[in-house]
RNA sequence: GUGGAUGUAGCUCAGCAGGUAGAGCCCCGGAUUGUGGAUCCGGUGGUCGUGGGUUCAAGCCCCAUCAUCCACCCCA
């Protein structure tokens, strides 16, 4: 094989896309009738957006961005993430000019990273951000929200919430002095990544997995106990208002977010059937993120959801047949004229998937063909009927006669079954 | 970036100790001159990931390389 895909990207195959659709079709529903709309973003930024954005000492922005120059030596970055690029629009186009956002955004993110199981380079989110509403009551739209999506989706018994408070920006400052005091005399005993991030992140060394750095991260100071009081309200209020539209969810206070712009209220939704790679979406608060990209001070909120993620949840737990016609229209002889005449009708009056034959091949082979389609109708149309000026009509799907009708009564029947099956 | 496993037909795989490739599914045709889904019969299809090396001989052994998968890491 002389070409094969680039590393880490990947082909959405026909017998594939019918369900992405479905899963988009789904999510995107839900996202509109909570009134967010929709705004496509550029793939490339410049590489600053993120570094400043995202933070420059994250994994994302240090070690997982496809990152080049362009033809005048400008530094450019294939988006690792929405958030950054939507707040750069938004910032550019004046829409958070006194007044709030609700937007939402579909298309693929890029992350250099060793591909596996839920995990390539190439993905594709949906997310959204709010902007201008600082309460927490948008926290809980957007948990609400979602618990929506997964349930309308059909797999939200496959995921579970957890969700945290990393304190607004003072509160978290004086949590990090505490926890880099706590840890410094006990640097030796971290892994190696935990002693590195002692100088640039601290609060990543919080969900470490190492279990003797879990250990001593256990011993020391407690990020709840750390936070101020407007910021222990705001997470108290969330949390009631989940309680009160049902949605289930965990408090994980080890739960700390790869980037730097979140403030407060971050969560994420996991599920256990997708081997390491257990998160499925994942966001939180970002009030001092508008502002670092310059901009007024706005506060925002949001989410990504990683959609081939949820496809495998769908795939494995959703069962669904999905065609590719409804009405398959046969042809022996010299009628392939007439056929196309009748397949027009059909469209013109129906939104029904028609698929005439084309190219050679016996009745038989065109029958198996229209079985093979999905469809739910196969309409003959041959000798014995065009010399009555009418068409075959015949059930695939159940036990019925074929039988003779024109052009109308052929509408007619058809019409009950109108809407696509897809 | 690190570790392990795997690359043979479109797909899923077999190939025993080195002797120039097999099965099932799929597809095509026939049994059924204009009738699908079941059954039976026949057929198409392979530079054995790629490049070197060892050997009289390599799918099998050696080296390199690329890719995939799983885990670490990280995240959606």
Redesign the pocket.
């Known amino acids: 094989?002389?070409y094969?895909?680039v590393?880490?990207m990947r082909d959405i195959l026909p017998e594939d896309t019918a369900r992405w659709r479905e899963v988009e079709g789904v999510v995107i529903d839900v996202l509109r009738r909570y009134g967010y709309r929709e705004i496509r973003l550029p793939l490339l930024e410049a590489t600053e957006v993120f570094s400043r954005g995202v933070g420059e000492a994250?994994?994302?922005v240090e070690k997982?961005m496809y990152t080049f120059d362009d033809r005048k030596g400008k530094s450019l970055s294939l988006r690792p993430?929405g958030t950054a690029s939507c707040v750069r629009a938004c910032i550019e186009n004046g829409l958070l000019h006194n007044r709030t956002q609700r937007l939402w955004y579909h298309g693929p993110m890029f992350?250099y990273?060793?591909?596996?199981?839920?995990?390539?380079r190439e993905?594709t989110?949906i997310g959204a951000e709010v902007f201008g509403i600082p309460g927490p009551e948008v926290d809980a739209e957007i948990l609400v929200m979602l618990a929506r999506v997964f349930r309308e989706l059909g797999v939200g018994s496959a995921v579970s919430l957890e969700i945290n408070s990393l304190g607004s920006g003072e509160s978290r400052t004086r949590y990090r002095e505490a926890l880099v005091d706590y840890l410094s005399p006990r640097r030796d005993e971290l892994d190696a990544?935990s002693r590195r991030r002692l100088a640039t992140n601290p609060l990543?060394i919080l969900?470490?997995?190492?279990a003797t750095t879990r250990d001593i991260v256990a011993g020391g100071p407690d990020l709840a106990g750390y936070l101020d009081e407007n910021a222990r309200a705001r997470f108290d209020a969330l949390c009631d208002q989940l309680d009160a539209a049902g949605v289930g969810h965990r408090v994980n206070p080890r739960l700390v977010?790869?980037?730097d712009y979140y403030t407060d209220v971050v969560f994420e939704?996991v599920t256990r059937d997708l081997?390491?790679?257990?998160?499925?979406?994942?966001g939180g608060r970002y009030d001092g993120l508008v502002e670092r990209l310059g901009g007024r001070a706005v506060p925002g909120a949001g989410f990504?959801?990683?959609l081939?993620?949820v496809l495998l949840l769908h795939q494995a737990l959703v069962e669904r047949r999905y065609t590719d016609a409804d009405v398959y229209v046969a042809v022996?002889g010299p009628h392939g004229p007439r056929a196309a005449q009748v397949a027009e009708q059909v469209r013109e009056q129906t939104r029904l998937r028609v698929v005439q034959h084309a190219g050679l091949?016996?009745?038989?082979?065109q029958?198996?063909?229209?079985?093979?389609s999905g469809a739910r109708w196969?309409v003959?149309v041959?000798?014995?009927?065009v010399a009555e000026n009418r068409v075959?009509l015949?059930a695939?799907?159940e036990e019925s006669d074929?039988t003779m009708v024109d052009v109308e009564e052929l509408l007619a029947r058809l019409g009950p079954s109108a809407q696509s099956g897809e």
């Not at 029958?367 to 093979?372: N, Q, S, T, V």
Request: charge should be positive; aromatic fraction near 2%.
């Open positions: 094989m002389k094969q895909r590393r880490g994250t994994d994302l997982e993430e992350r990273e060793r591909p596996q199981k839920g995990r390539t993905h989110q990544d990543r969900d470490s997995k190492v977010r790869g980037l939704w081997g390491a790679q257990d998160a499925v979406c994942s990504g959801m990683g081939d993620r022996t091949g016996g009745l038989r082979s029958l198996k063909e229209a079985d093979r196969a003959i041959g000798d014995d009927e075959s015949k695939l799907r074929q």
